[in-house]
């Protein structure tokens, strides 16, 4: 199968949604599909108001088109709801073109959190993007429910995996700071809710991996804390499998991908029991959650690694991207793409 891939979350951006895509990718490649993405590097962009790390490509429309045209997909996934997916979204919709959507995260609440717009509006926002969709793919049940309840339709489910060769158990001192040794690793913004972790007191020392626009005063704020910047895999398995808790302090998140990756190196987890660490540990030992995260990150230091790990491996990369492509919707005749309008 030809599948056209759009999103306007690409590399050099280090997030959930690019990590996802593009074991997404390499799997559907292995499974013998044929991938062509459409990404903001094929177009002129903008820094994102606010949000620098994001680039916006500008006026891609026609651009779009062409590239859909070319490749003839027999399905095609819009993946993001930025520039390019409402290029390709005018696209299908003009042409008649079944397609699929995906949410990956809590966009509503990250607007509201940034700028006070209310959810509604960018609910009702959403609604209109993914309404034509055949299938909106949600990553977990809770959030299934969640966007139901606000109206969409067509929504199915699509988890997520890790790659537990890569995240494994290892002797590792990549952090050489007083144990316990508690680590986030994540975007450094305002909707991660960083300061919830980085407020505790606990004993031992702190560790944040990643960058954001809050990078700047979270230093500032917590001058005792160990910063470390965006990390490739095998650097950042080393620095999971060195800490003694992994902290997701996270109330918006869909999934938390960082959560998989963590307990595959044996990192347990602790976290509030909102979506995301709900769905990802459900009822299993291998982390601990809490309304007070203190208590939480407490009590994860007593959970065996092996725990953590006997529990990540349950998840898998191929077993996600087979429930990928089960969603998607054939494009029924290529013929449509050479008559259709640019």
Known sequence: MKIMIVTDAWEPQVNGVVR????TCHELGLMGHEIEMITPNQFKTIPCPTYP?????????KGVARKIKDFEPDAIHIATEGPLGLSARAYAVRNRLPFSTAYHTRFPE???ART???IAWTYAFLRWFHGPSMAVMAPTIVVKDDLEKFGFTNVV??????????FHMQESKALNSAHPIFLYVGRVAIEKNINAFLEIDLPGSKWVVGDGP??????QQYPNVNYLGVLKQPELAKVYAAADVFVFPSKTDTFGLVLLEAMACGTPVAAYPVTGPIDVLGDSPAGAMHED?????????????EVARAHAERFSWRASTEQFARHLKPVLSPAVHRTALA
């Open 20 to 23: 996802t895509l593009k074991q």
């Open 53 to 61: 790390d994001i680039s916006l490509s500008l006026f891609p429309g």
């Open 110 to 112: 990250y607007v509201q």
């Open 116 to 118: 006070g717009i209310p």
């Open 157 to 166: 489910l699509w988890s997520r995996g890790v790659d537990t060769e890569v």
């Open 214 to 219: 809050a990078m700047a005063k979270i230093k």
């Open 293 to 305: 995260l203190r208590t939480a990150c407490l009590a994860a230091l007593k959970i065996p690694r």
